[in-house]
């Protein structure tokens, strides 16, 4: 499996070490985690920066909601919202960015003004020339599962296997190495019972027989709310550190977090204690 993301300006980065945290910028007014509070360019970009400050190895930047009946949006729309977030974060900072999107139009003018890697929660799979979009620019791409509808008696592992092998099939063949896609299982209300997306955080190293590394994205998800009942995603951080935590032991990569500063310091702590003596 490869060690290393190359950025389309050459940078890498090491996915052989300690795992990369993915911070989030939901530039929307629907968000499941924060409600809108990032709605407004200059405070999304503003909250970019601060989560590269705290550490973050990639700021996510998202226009279109993914919670449940969110509303979509055509390309127009959603580039209105995501372009200047993007231009700001890249003028004032060169934390390598991703553009949080299915759609080809928008993934490609978010690597012309900066973004690095290109994050499909659709995998490939609703527009698929947005695998030719992220080879064009030789940009990174996450590979997201995704379903429409709940089969709570499916077989979640064997679906998600399937699904990501036809994604990085498409990425392929459309000219992305493999040594540049990455993998996530699409933890949440992405098709999935409650039940499923657990299932699926403990069995997540049976990922890595796609041979491409693992992201993780449980941050403040409904999937914690289930467990520990409480419906405030705000109050869903030390689970969301719980559940990442247990993935990282199981080979994940990359863990997409809402709340960098705190991650950050559990990360410490679950390194500094593997490698004490």
């Known amino acids: 499996m490869t060690a290393t993301l190359t950025l389309p300006d050459g940078r890498k980065l090491d996915l052989g070490g ?5 911070g989030v910028v939901n530039v929307t007014p629907d968000s499941f985690s924060d409600g809108g509070l990032f709605a ?5 970009v503003a909250h970019g920066l601060t989560l590269a400050r705290q550490g973050a190895d990639i700021v996510d930047v998202g226009g279109e909601s993914t919670r449940p009946d969110h509303t979509r949006l055509d390309a127009a729309s959603e580039l209105a919202r995501v372009m200047p977030v993007i231009a ?5 900072s060169d934390v390598p960015i991703s553009i949080d999107t299915y ?11 900066g973004a690095s890697i290109v994050n499909d929660v659709w995998g490939a799979q609703r527009e698929p020339a947005i695998a030719g979009v992220a080879a064009r620019h030789g940009a990174p791409i996450v590979l997201m599962h995704n379903r429409e509808e709940v089969d709570s008696g499916l077989d979640i592992l064997a679906e998600v296997l399937r699904f990501l092998e036809r994604s990085i099939a498409i990425a392929i063949e459309a000219g992305v190495p493999r ?7 699409g933890i949440g209300r992405f098709g999935k019972t409650a039940e499923q997306s657990l299932l699926l955080m403990k069995e997540l190293r049976r990922l890595g027989e796609l041979g491409c590394p693992v992201l993780l994205g449980a941050s403040r998800k409904s999937v914690l709310g289930h467990v520990i009942g409480k419906t405030v995603p705000a109050r869903r951080v030390a689970a969301s550190i719980a559940a990442h935590l247990y993935g990282v032991t199981q080979g994940a990569a990359i863990i997409r977090a809402h709340d960098v500063d705190e991650h950050v310091d559990a990360l410490k702590i679950w390194a500094a204690i593997g490698a004490a003596r």
């Open 40 to 44: 407004d360019p200059a405070v999304a």
């Open 103 to 113: 759609k080809a139009g928008v993934a490609d003018a978010a690597l012309k003004a």
């Open 18 to 22: 300690r795992p990369l945290l993915m």
């Open 88 to 92: 700001g974060i890249a003028a004032q």
């Open 179 to 185: 040594s540049q896609i990455v993998v996530d299982p």
